[in-house]
């Protein structure tokens, strides 16, 4: 089984709006992180936002926010006042505790966001 | 400060040679990661070194891929006998080992641009 699905492998979002990157995770672990990655063609994955499984509250950076539903085990990424740099792929990732604190990531297989005017 | 850098940054080479990847960590962090991204998919995790061991290898695919780091800072992924298959861009990441810094609930992994290998 898929540890991270990103069924969305493409959306559009028109300049200022705000758009939803899906991402469902599965593990059995209790103790968990997910990331999010922007990759834009230059090819450098930048970090954007973590939520950790025992966070009590949603996580949020600037423009970007994270819907964090563990029962669902779910973890969309909300860009809101989307702008035209940020069209790029979006990646989400997990790393499980049980793998140690500083250990690999798993990424989904992405999203390529598209900012119109 | 310098953020991950790798070199080369695209390397062509024919089926059947011997290919090195060089990655330079930022400065201090212990922990250096190397993933393969192939067209279309999320990186692929290979090897993780924790100062001069690895810590885990278990992403690397066959006994072509080695890596090594044997002073704690740079690193050097190597794959023999290149194959077709092996096309790809590697991704090398560094970060602060747990316990180290502001990031240490979570440790973010800063990520170079990548050696794009084509096989041919």
């Known amino acids: 089984a898929q540890k991270i699905t990103q069924t969305q492998p493409g959306m559009f979002v028109q300049e200022k709006e705000a758009v939803t990157l899906d991402c469902t995770y599965d593990?059995?672990?209790?103790?968990?992180?997910l990331f999010w990655y922007k990759q834009p063609s230059s090819g450098e994955m930048i970090f954007l936002i973590y939520?950790?499984?025992?966070?009590?509250q949603n996580a949020t950076e600037g423009r970007y926010s994270l819907n964090f539903q563990k029962a669902r085990k779910s973890a969309n990424l909300v860009i809101s006042a989307s702008q035209l740099g940020d069209s790029a792929m979006y990646f989400c990732?997990?790393?499980?505790?049980?793998?140690?604190?500083?250990?690999?990531?798993?990424f989904g297989t992405g999203t390529r966001l598209q900012v119109t005017l | 400060g310098a953020g991950v850098s790798q070199t080369p940054s695209n390397k062509v080479t024919e089926k059947g040679k011997y290919v090195e990847l060089r990655c330079d960590p930022i400065?201090?962090?212990?922990?250096l990661y190397w993933y393969r991204q192939s067209l279309g998919q999320g990186p692929e995790f290979l090897i993780y070194?924790?100062?001069?061991?690895?810590?885990?290898d278990s992403g690397l695919p066959n006994d072509r891929f080695f890596a090594v780091r044997p002073e704690g800072s740079v690193s050097t992924l190597k794959i023999q006998r290149t194959e077709r298959g092996d096309s790809a861009v590697y991704l090398c990441?560094?970060?602060?080992?747990?316990?180290?810094?502001?990031?240490?609930?979570?440790?973010?992994?800063?990520f170079g641009p990548g050696t794009r290998l084509t096989v041919l």
């Open positions: 990441a560094s970060s602060l080992a747990p316990g180290q810094g502001y990031y240490s609930s979570y440790n973010e992994q800063f």
């Open positions: 593990t059995s672990d209790p103790s968990y992180g």
């Open positions: 939520q950790g499984s025992y966070d009590q």
């Open positions: 990732a997990m790393r499980e505790a049980s793998t140690g604190t500083a250990s690999k990531l798993t």
């Open positions: 400065s201090g962090h212990t922990a």
């Open positions: 070194f924790q100062g001069t061991g690895a810590a885990d």
